[in-house]
């Protein structure tokens, strides 16, 4: 069973930081891509970034590059988003998602190509 649980969520000032960590368990993580998603109340689930199972190519939404940075790091079997400059509209539920073995190409941004998904933890901004 997979299983991916999420950390580092909470309340901070407009332009600050947090460092989201999701952790994994069930299968062999080093073999899949991995995603982070995000959604506010009210809205749909949005893309935020992906990483490839080696951590050589990202994809990121346009509404954080520049700010988030994903990574991971196999031997931990854990997947990081670094979140810098944050603004109130970054305010959501973020979740990691596991996207399986074979994108070779790069990993997915969509959401359905995803086969795993944690709970979400809470990312709020004040202004």
């Known amino acids: 069973q997979v299983l991916l649980v999420e950390s580092g969520g909470g309340l901070v000032q407009a332009g600050g930081s947090l460092r989201l960590s999701c952790a994994a368990s069930?299968?062999?993580?080093?073999?899949?891509?991995m995603g982070w998603f995000r959604q506010a109340p009210g809205k749909v689930r949005e893309f935020v970034a992906s990483?490839?199972?080696?951590?050589?190519?990202?994809h990121y939404a346009e509404s954080v590059k520049g700010r988030f940075t994903i990574s991971r790091d196999n031997a931990k079997n854990t997947v990081y988003l670094q979140m810098n400059s944050l603004k109130p509209e970054d305010t959501a539920v973020y979740s990691c998602?596991?996207?399986?073995?074979?994108?070779?190409?790069?990993?997915?941004?969509?959401?359905?190509?995803?086969?795993?998904w944690g709970q979400g933890t809470q990312v709020t901004v004040a202004s």
């Open positions: 069930g299968r062999t993580f080093s073999n899949y891509a």
């Open positions: 998602a596991d996207a399986g073995p074979g994108w070779v190409l790069g990993p997915p941004t969509q959401g359905h190509h995803f086969d795993y």
């Open positions: 990483i490839s199972w080696s951590g050589g190519t990202t």
